[in-house]
């Protein structure tokens, strides 16, 4: 990982880096000078403090001085401390077992990313008055690698300090800051600092495997660690922070408990505790010799392979070990007719975050596409000229002032065609009557006489029902057939549990009411809208109207999709109701526990005794760890009850990873372990554990029931591949468990089963679970391969439908809002939820109610444009990629009445008027070259090295088309020409 911070002072810098306790494991070749910068100043070797101090202080060695004395304090703003820090695994290897490869390997990969920082650097110049931006890239940096936390961990990290100078044309000049434009090179490193770690993480893992360590992915943002290496015993200084703000606290949270507890180093006895990891590793169960066998057999097979040609992979189709772009000449290769990959992957990461947000960040892009491609020199800024050719194609707007929010061309597109067919179906008549003795919303909506109708519901299950009959009554009352859509399968299944089998419902999804025509005169229902994104909202309310329907958009008021969509009703006019029940019967009684281990351990003592006193309980937590680390303590606390009887076997279980189109192809998802199922129809599928995961061919390395190695592109996974976490599970007497797929005949996917014993196997027969399913029926499951079953203890907010029973809920900060309980509510009659805040707090928190905001209207607002167009073609003016839009009116400019002109001439006259560095003067350029707008003209063309634009290159075909065209196409005035005396009175032009 990476962390940023400034260096405040001087020499409390130089005596806290360079204090030789810091490396006590690795010795005095742990520091050391990088950077063109201090090539070009002769420094190398070993960091003295004393000229680290120095430079710190802006006073270089030769001769230098930008220190800035005010009342004799140096104001002078010493540098950046950039702390790469190895995977804790790795950190384990290297100074426990002394493997000095892997610190090489750290070393290899922070001077790597090192060397992509740089290319960064800039500095502000004064010309003609004007300040403007130069591109320098070049920093003098001082590295110390360290190899103990606070705790005395092991812990393997560099700090690059940056010191604040860099050598411009004019001399040693600080490094650029951009408070208004954020443009400065500072800006860039702590905008992009996930990026950069990102970087530093896939150059060490690439060294790492290309060497034949296993590595294994552990986290959603691509962190990792060497397979079968203990971590957490060595994590202490981890630990101490999650107990100080919870397991779930932001990042920034953990970022300021990291600050606020940190402790100085205790360095005294550091023999005591190298023999403490020593100690620690062994009690572990760690074979450092076992290891060193399996990775000196690792490495050859990779040596073995090195000769090897294609191979086969599932499916029968041969591919290349080595998959990845061609080599593009300057980052950027011939666009023809078809997308570069590197632009076909930004678009994918695009397409990838709005599936899951309606805006998101410059650096998650980056991010997403670094997880993507193959990791090779150069890509990060390769990655980043691609991600601003999709900002200068008008591919994701800026969506804040300071244009850091992004949202895609996508969104805008469709909360717009959305809009314009709920404002057109907002305007027409309903032709709708209310039930005799109807006084609820079903009037209301009723006498509003509107083609379309939104209803946002607020209730338990129980009211749910209640409303659904309201609305069967509405259909019945007006003669009307009622079709209810669902958003997926799931909603289908509890749209069918309230409407149960009236022939007079039609249940469908949008997917199926593209297919078919619709009843005359429906009335449609648009069953928990929440989960409707813009573009499927738009298809059913299209259809609807174009059918003659009058439609009722129920949002049902819980998790909502991408998109916003019944926000951008509400904008386009559509007429709102609300309704609530006039007697909620749902008690909820929300109680404050400071920790999540409080809550976690409270929660699971109040379900065991709601289960004992034979009430139906159900507990629910906003996140997969939440659960799990709550449905252990539910076990625990229910076997010390004697609900669960004594173990009866332990079982091999397969765990879903869900996959969809916005994660298949996302390399963070696979790890060492997993098990890929590739379903090739009529039930049948083979099963792969998956072996690798090559970063930097973006392949996966696959194993099948034979032992026979395949590969397979991570692109290349598509929606017949079924990922899974498989492990053990521990079952008792009287478990829960709840299927994932089906079984057994008698349990398929979503069962609640009940183990009530064991069949031993004898002879051919293998042993059996014996089970029963909620209707009583025993069932016997056979366990020679694995079960597609978890724990049935806990499950996520809302996920479970019922009108009675307890609710028990474990709540973090952000989920106590209005939404999270009306889901609650939907789960029970029953409803104690344990959260962190205070009575007041809770109060304030449900009485918020979520800004209705689309992005659209966002885009308006910020250009101040009414106008949907005019707002956009303003934003368009104001985008971060504003650089393509200086280069332009440059390249304009230096023209003049000329056809053509040099890029020398455009970055002259930018340096001269525009805040902006040659560095990205040129990547503009190779952009507007990429996409046709400018072309390099050749020596053939007389005029090697110098551009002409499309536009006037356009011009001049067109000029001799028509005079191709126009030759011999007039017959001349005077066919014989003209004598000397008819020529003599014209001109030159005229003749």
Known sequence: MLSVSTVKNAANAGGYYTAEDNYYFLGEASTGWY??????????????????????????????????????????RPGY????????????????????????????????TLDEVEKLATTRTM??????????????????????????????HTHAVLANVTLAEGGWKTLSS?????????????????????????????????????????????????????????SSRRQEILDAVGENASAKAKSVAALDSRKKKEFSEMESVREHWKET?????????????????NRVHLQMEKGEGPEKVPGGTFQNRTPGPAKETNGLASRGSERTELEAAVTDAIARLSAKNVRFTYDSVLTSVLTHVPMEDG??????????????????????????????????????????????????????????????????????NRAVSLIDIRGGQAYLQQFSTSVLQLAEKNNRPLVVVAADGSSLKRQKTLFGDDRHVILTTPGQLAETSLPEKALVLVSEAERFSTTTMHDVLKTAGMQGAT?????????????????????????????????????????????????????????????????????????????????????????????????????????????????????????????????????????????????????????????????????????HWRLFREKKLEVREGEQLCTSAEIHPKAGSGEILTVTGMKTGRWLFKDRLIMENRDGKKLLVNLDAPLYVGYGYTESFGASRRTNGSVIAVMAGKDVNDTTVNMLKRSGDSVTAFTPFDEQTITKRLEENRPSVTVTQGVKSLSGQDDLSDALRTLNARKMSKGERLVSLAVEKVMGTSVTFSAAQVMADIADERAMTTQDTAMYLQLLQHRGEIIPLSAVQGAAGLFISRENFSNELTILRHVAEGKNAVVPLAAGGLTDEQASPLTDGQR
């Open 127 to 156: 010309q003609d008055g004007v300040s403007v931006m130069e591109q320098t890239g070049n920093l003098l940096i001082a590295r110390f690698m360290h190899d103990t936390s606070r705790n005395l961990d092991p812990q393997l």
């Open 379 to 448: 890509v990060f800024l390769n990655v980043r000229m691609a991600v601003d050719d999709a900002i200068s194609r008008g591919a994701m707007f800026a969506v804040d002032k300071n244009q850091t929010l992004f949202t895609s061309a996508a969104h805008i597109r469709d909360e717009q065609r959305l809009a314009q067919v709920a404002a057109g179906l907002s305007e027409k008549n309903g032709a709708l009557q209310a039930p005799s003795g109807e006084r609820g919303v079903m009037a209301q909506v009723a006498d509003a």
């Open 81 to 112: 401390d950039l702390t790469f820090s190895a995977p804790k695994s790795v950190s384990v290897l290297a100074l426990v077992t002394g493997d000095s490869f892997l610190v090489e390997a750290h070393n290899r990969a922070v001077e790597k």
């Open 551 to 719: 439609t009722v958009v129920a949002d049902t008021h819980a998790r909502r999709t991408t998109g916003f969509a019944t926000e951008v009703l509400k904008a386009a006019g559509v007429k709102s109701f609300t309704a609530t029940s006039a007697s909620d019967t749902v008690a909820v009684t929300l109680v404050q526990k400071d920790t999540v281990t409080d809550r976690i351990h409270v929660a699971a003592r109040y379900y065991a005794q709601e289960t004992v006193a034979g009430k139906s309980v159900i507990a629910q937590a906003g996140n997969a760890k939440t659960r799990e680390q709550l449905t252990s303590k539910i076990r625990e606390v229910l076997t010390e009850e004697g609900v669960l009887g004594p173990a009866l076997t332990e079982v091999t279980v397969r765990e879903p990873v869900w996959l969809d189109a916005t994660n298949r192809n996302d390399r963070r998802k696979y790890r060492e372990g997993m098990v890929l199922e590739h379903h090739t129809g009529q039930g049948q599928h083979d099963d792969f554990t998956i072996t690798g995961v090559s970063e930097k061919h973006n392949l996966l390395t696959l194993s099948d029931a034979k032992g026979q190695t395949t590969g397979v592109k991570i692109s290349d996974i598509d929606s």
């Open 178 to 234: 951009d408070i208004k434009n954020k443009q400065g090179f500072t800006d860039q490193i702590w905008a992009q600092q996930v990026s950069i770690g990102t970087l530093y993480r896939g150059f060490l893992r690439e060294d790492l495997e290309a060497a034949g360590y296993p590595v294994v992915t552990t986290g959603e943002r691509g962190e990792w660690d060497i397979e079968g290496v203990p971590v957490k015993e060595f």
């Open 35 to 76: 950077g063109t910068g201090a090539e070009s100043l002769g420094l190398e070797g070993p960091v003295d403090r004393d000229m680290f101090v120095s430079v710190l202080e802006g006073k270089l060695p030769d001769g230098t001085d930008l220190s800035r004395m005010e009342n004799g304090v140096n104001k002078h």
């Open 281 to 297: 590793l062994e009690e572990a169960g760690f074979d450092v010799a076992a290891f060193r066998e399996t990775l000196a057999t």
